[in-house]
């Protein structure tokens, strides 16, 4: 058993400041420290009550705004400061917002709630090879809490309350005094609890007074303590804690339960005009809606993005939205976001954002490709249709054409083409009600002889008699005779026999032609037709 530990400790803050990205913060910029591009002050956000910072996000601690400072000193300090007030209710969504993103990697997904900095417990031990390992792992979970726009301190353990430990003291200011977060053996676990800090355990508030008195700094120190002492210093929970946090006895938890619809929400608290801010905010409900769909098994065909406006006018629009829509349903959270930033680039918002929500109303059971040393059909098929879904997205759906045969056999008839759409895939195979077993085995081997469907299988059907040219003419081209031989630069000669085609009488649009397939005195072939009636040449295709 494997458990992460993903510590939030910026959370309060996080949960009221602004979704969006901060100007400037790309990769390899260098900016005067509380100045921007535009030498106005740098804008950055702290958490405040009536008269003291409680938090500060990493641009105002670098300014030298720090928890404990006083409202008046800190804007001296930090000119572009932003104080926030705690919100609890925007705290708890946030954290829950999290928790579903994270279900993306395991069902089992519990809230740790205490004194010290908010935490999500992910027990992985069963997914480990599924991700690539703990360190393929680890990465994805850190990149999937930055999407979502938090600050987070990640550890692992055999235990949850000795990951939730570790955590604690890679969040906390003494935490250089610590090397190794990562603990994979409960030998090495127990090594790593001893070192810690008494006053990283839940209960340490309540007994700290206690704890220094009688001369325990460490854990390993608590631990060594006589057990009847303990019990009657500080109660049972103190032993049942130490033996949790080592593996020596069960820790029974809840896990988080998702909602069994979706329908996120986010409130920007900034107006934003331009679809790349729209984007970074957009990525966490896409987060949540991957965490969801992997919890849910199941996968996605479209959704719908509503945007709240700000109301710039009298005649301006209240809400606005933004309907995605792809071939072969999915659940990657890149995809999609892909898809939604060409979207995007493509949209020309009507006024200011100030909201956003996502609905998901296109959910259908996911069927995952086959683990086989071969590739199958239906995985290229998968494959080719998200291709097609991102040059769709690129180039405009419009423009992504199929050709399909029609059942026509005038040439110009015989060949249409349409937007592409790829074939609809079919659910998972739920499981049937227990029948007989001979019915059973004769059904499945029904299926087994079903021949596989590709998206560009070609009906069976035999080839003409004669030959067909790879390039038609967009209108046939009237031609000149010479000697009653039909003339194309030079004099042609037919060199087959008559191939008759009449049909179209029932649209309004019948022809009766004869066609042959002729070539000049240089060998070049060409596909003419001359008209039943009038007797007239016309040229309709060249084949290479």
Known sequence: MLWIAVTLPLLPLEAVRPPLPSPGSCEGETRVAGQSDAGQPERCYALADHARILIADRDAFRLGVQPGSARAHAL??????????????????????????????????????????????????????????????????????????????????????????????????????????????????????????????????????????????????????????????????????????????????????????????????????????????????VLQLAGWLAVQYGALSGFELRLEHELASRHAPRTSSLRLTWAAPSRDADHLLWLLREKLNQTELIAPVIGLALVADQVCEYAPPTDTLFPSPEASDASLAQLFERIGARIGEQNVLQLFVEDDHRPEHAMSARTYRAPARAPARRQAPRKSRKSSVQAAAQEDRAPVQSAFDLPEVPLPAQPRPAWLLEKPLRLATRDDRPVYRRPLKTLTRTERIEAGWWDGEGVGRDYYVAADDQGRMFWLYRERIGGQWYLQGLFG
Do not use: M, N
Request: proline share 6%; charged share 20%; hydrophobic share 50%.
């Open 76 to 285: 001296a300090l930090a000119p572009g400061l932003v104080l926030l007030e705690p919100d609890a209710a925007c705290e708890t969504r946030a954290f829950e917002a999290l928790a579903l993103a994270l279900l993306a990697y395991t069902p089992k997904v519990s809230l740790a709630q205490a004194q010290q900095s908010p935490t999500l417990l992910l027990e992985v031990g069963s997914g480990l090879r599924l991700f690539g390992g703990v360190r393929a792992l680890l990465a994805r979970v850190k990149a999937t809490v930055a999407g979502c726009g938090h600050a987070a301190r990640i550890a692992c353990a055999p235990t949850a309350w000795g990951a939730w430990t570790l955590a604690q003291a890679h969040a906390s200011a003494g935490a250089h005094a610590v090397r190794r977060f990562h603990v994979l053996k409960d030998s090495t676990l127990a090594r790593a609890l001893d070192a810690l800090p008494v006053t990283l355990a839940p209960f340490a508030a309540q007994h700290e007074h206690a704890l220094t008195q009688i001369g325990c700094a460490t854990l390993g120190d608590l631990r060594r303590l006589p057990r009847d002492g303990i019990v009657r210093r500080f109660g049972d929970d103190v032993l049942v804690w130490l033996a949790q946090a080592r593996g020596e006895t069960p820790d029974p938890r809840a896990w988080f339960a998702a909602p069994p619809s979706f329908h996120a929400s986010l409130e920007l608290q900034a107006r934003v005009e331009s679809a790349e801010a729209l984007l970074f905010a957009a990525r966490r409900l």
